[in-house]
């Protein structure tokens, strides 16, 4: 009979791992029932498995075929395959309980803390990494490397070329850089001075009255 305890720990660590971990971090909704569909799922399999006897062969070919399960109606980034793989592990070792019985919920916090460490947003702070198609063909990667860096206000870290179109004139590049950081208030209000001239004062006009004063001094004479 499978240990409830476990089965406990097991939805506990993921919705720790979904909305504490991957929701605050990357915000993707729709993701939160196919992890957690998926883990529960596996959980019920491989707990009704370890009630009955099945061989080695079995179990891997069970952790096989749902390891391949991908979502072919949207596009899922690396991230999320490895986070489809964390709620699978979650399920499987959990529903397998595995002896001693500390071990799978040694394990299952194992994977949570790894995945909270490593998937730490300040971690990759400023590094970017994007497709772009550049409207010229460059014969050199240096002259390439300096016009994406003007077009991203970045240094790049790595340029991989995907496909030149001498046709069209286009280049695409799977770009990875670093951005960075933005001037202060202060700094752009220091370059505004020293970009804009101060204007010169306009020159005062004479004074019209003491003109005046003088040709009444001449006629009084």
């Given at each position: 009979m499978p240990d409830l305890l476990i089965l406990l720990i097991d939805l506990v660590a993921i919705n720790v791992l979904v909305f504490g971990v991957y929701y605050r971090r990357h915000y993707r909704r729709d993701?939160?029932?196919?992890?957690?569909?998926?883990?529960?799922?596996?959980?019920?399999?491989?707990?009704?498995?370890?009630?009955?006897?099945v061989g080695v062969g079995v179990g891997l070919g069970l952790f096989g075929v749902l390891s391949i399960v991908r979502l072919r109606s949207s596009e899922i980034s690396q991230q999320e395959v490895a986070?489809?793989?964390?709620?699978?592990?979650?399920?499987?070792?959990?529903?397998?309980?595995?002896?001693?019985?500390?071990?799978?919920?040694?394990?299952?916090a194992l994977i949570?803390?790894?995945?909270?460490?490593?998937?730490?947003?300040?971690?990759?702070t400023g590094y970017r990494q994007q497709l772009v198609t550049v409207d010229a063909v460059y014969s050199t990667e240096e002259a390439l490397i300096e016009r994406l860096e003007?077009?991203?206000?970045?240094?790049?870290?790595?340029?991989?070329?995907?496909?030149t179109d001498l046709v069209r004139d286009m280049t695409l590049v799977d770009v990875r850089y670093r951005t960075l950081p933005k001037p202060t208030?202060?700094?752009?209000?220091?370059?505004?001075?020293?970009?804009?001239?101060?204007?010169?004062?306009?020159?005062?006009?004479?004074?019209?009255?003491?003109?005046?004063?003088?040709?009444l001094a001449a006629l009084d004479g």
């Amino acid at each position: 009979m499978p240990d409830l305890l476990i089965l406990l720990i097991d939805l506990v660590a993921i919705n720790v791992l979904v909305f504490g971990v991957y929701y605050r971090r990357h915000y993707r909704r729709d993701m939160l029932l196919a992890f957690i569909g998926l883990n529960v799922g596996v959980l019920a399999v491989s707990a009704v498995l370890s009630g009955v006897t099945v061989g080695v062969g079995v179990g891997l070919g069970l952790f096989g075929v749902l390891s391949i399960v991908r979502l072919r109606s949207s596009e899922i980034s690396q991230q999320e395959v490895a986070y489809f793989f964390a709620s699978l592990a979650l399920g499987l070792i959990c529903g397998l309980q595995p002896d001693p019985r500390w071990l799978a919920p040694a394990l299952c916090a194992l994977i949570v803390v790894t995945f909270a460490i490593v998937d730490y947003p300040r971690l990759h702070t400023g590094y970017r990494q994007q497709l772009v198609t550049v409207d010229a063909v460059y014969s050199t990667e240096e002259a390439l490397i300096e016009r994406l860096e003007e077009l991203l206000t970045a240094k790049v870290q790595r340029v991989v070329v995907n496909h030149t179109d001498l046709v069209r004139d286009m280049t695409l590049v799977d770009v990875r850089y670093r951005t960075l950081p933005k001037p202060t208030a202060g700094a752009e209000r220091s370059e505004l001075r020293t970009a804009v001239p101060t204007m010169p004062s306009p020159p005062t006009a004479p004074a019209r009255h003491d003109d005046r004063r003088v040709s009444l001094a001449a006629l009084d004479g």
